[in-house]
């Protein structure tokens, strides 16, 4: 998976380095790697602090004095009607991301993932993106924005059981990040999440996506986030795709890895008069035609300034069933958390008093 994430000259990212470069880092300060799987195991699994961990003696001087832990704060919490909870965390620079915690059946939760502080990829459709970007976020604050969510969503009972990197920011915008974080969170020694319970999206940074490819295996679900057929529509709602065509996406999904009966996952956000048309129906089915793929339908859920409206649930409802005629495996993922800002596309700190001001996107 790499080298352990840096934070600084000598300085290791504690939480986001995964168990083989803790390993070899603690027997390069001397500490011994057999120590690796006992501190991992303590700092993930158990959710001590190192001070905390039993036994470590003045080794744990040793590795106080050359990692950093990333300091991860709840400062906000706002509940949706539907169940979903939003909580905004602050990071140890003042820095604010969200995380969105979408309760399940059976007491299971999915808890919605930000890398990085705002997004670079300014996508007509979504808050997040009239940011700008900020920052990546560090593996180990990934982690640890995990690690705290998970303890939220155990005071109501709630267990998570699935991640989906598709808060705020581009995960492979910050490759580095969200490689170390993931293979932390799968890491059967700490939080043990099972590969195929984690999501990561993307708009599609075609030699990022090879690289999540080659780094996971396909085991980690992929959503390419689409939202056009053609590639003039894609051009004018995301920006990235000036740069590359719909065309290019497909060669990367026609490549990627599908073990057993892992299936790619294609993102449609409904723009009424947009994307909707027969002609982007049409190219999203010469995409995904001879690919093992489900296109999600997901309606625009709005936010202040926005160029669009939402569509009714009988236009999204017609734009699945003309997908499923064009032979698409067409799902419609019904909004989440709309009232408390926290579905799809609406991340972006608007009821915290120390958000960013959005730049406005109009297309």
């Known amino acids: 998976m790499g080298e352990a994430q840096a934070l600084g000259t000598g300085v290791v990212d504690l939480l986001g380095t995964p168990r083989p470069q803790l390993a070899a880092w603690l027997a390069e300060i001397g500490v011994g790697a057999v120590h690796a799987d006992r501190i991992f195991g303590a700092l993930h699994r158990r959710g001590l602090a190192l001070e905390a961990i039993p036994d470590l003696g003045r080794h744990a001087a040793t590795i106080a004095?050359?990692?950093s832990v990333a300091a991860v704060t709840v400062v906000d919490r706002r509940d949706a009607g539907d169940g979903t909870e939003k909580l905004?965390?602050?990071?140890?620079?003042?820095?604010?991301?969200?995380?969105?915690?979408?309760?399940?059946p059976k007491g299971r939760t999915t808890?919605?993932?930000?890398?990085?502080?705002?997004?670079?990829?300014?996508c007509s459709f979504c808050a997040t993106?009239?940011?700008?970007?900020?920052?990546?976020?560090?593996?180990?604050?990934?982690v640890a924005q995990v690690a705290l969510a998970r303890r939220a969503a155990a005071e109501a009972g709630r267990v998570v059981n699935r991640l989906v990197f598709m808060g705020m920011g581009e995960p492979l915008h910050n490759w580095p990040g969200t490689r170390d974080a993931l293979a932390v969170l799968l890491d059967g020694h700490g939080h043990g999440f099972a590969a195929e319970k984690v999501t990561v999206?993307?708009?599609?940074?075609?030699?990022?996506?090879?690289?999540?490819?080659?780094?996971f295996g396909g085991r980690v679900q992929l959503a390419l986030s689409l939202h056009a057929g053609t590639d003039a529509t894609r051009r004018r709602?995301?920006?990235t795709g000036r740069a590359t065509s719909i065309a290019a996406l497909r060669d990367v999904l026609a490549r990627w890895p599908l073990p057993g009966k892992r299936a790619l996952m294609v993102e449609y956000v409904v723009l009424p008069g947009v994307n909707d048309g027969q002609d982007e129906v049409q190219g999203v089915a010469d995409l995904v035609r001879g690919l093992r793929a489900c296109v999600n339908v997901i309606p625009f859920n709005p936010f202040p300034g926005a160029a669009f409206r939402s569509p009714t649930r009988d236009e999204v409802l017609d734009l699945q069933r003309r997908m499923l005629a064009a032979?698409?495996?067409?799902?419609?993922?019904?909004?989440?958390?709309?009232?408390?800002?926290?579905?799809?596309?609406?991340?972006?700190?608007?009821?915290?008093?120390d958000a960013p001001r959005a730049r406005g996107t109009r297309v």
């Open 65 to 67: 004095a050359r990692c």
């Open 88 to 104: 905004v965390l602050g990071l140890a620079d003042g820095a604010l991301v969200e995380a969105v915690l979408v309760p399940m």
């Open 111 to 122: 808890l919605c993932v930000s890398t990085q502080v705002g997004c670079a990829m300014a």
């Open 129 to 142: 993106g009239t940011l700008g970007l900020s920052r990546h976020l560090t593996a180990g604050e990934i």
């Open 201 to 215: 999206s993307t708009v599609g940074l075609v030699d990022r996506m090879d690289a999540f490819a080659a780094a």
């Open 237 to 239: 709602i995301v920006p």
């Open 327 to 353: 032979g698409i495996l067409a799902t419609v993922r019904w909004p989440r958390g709309r009232d408390a800002a926290g579905a799809c596309g609406q991340l972006a700190l608007a009821h915290h008093p």
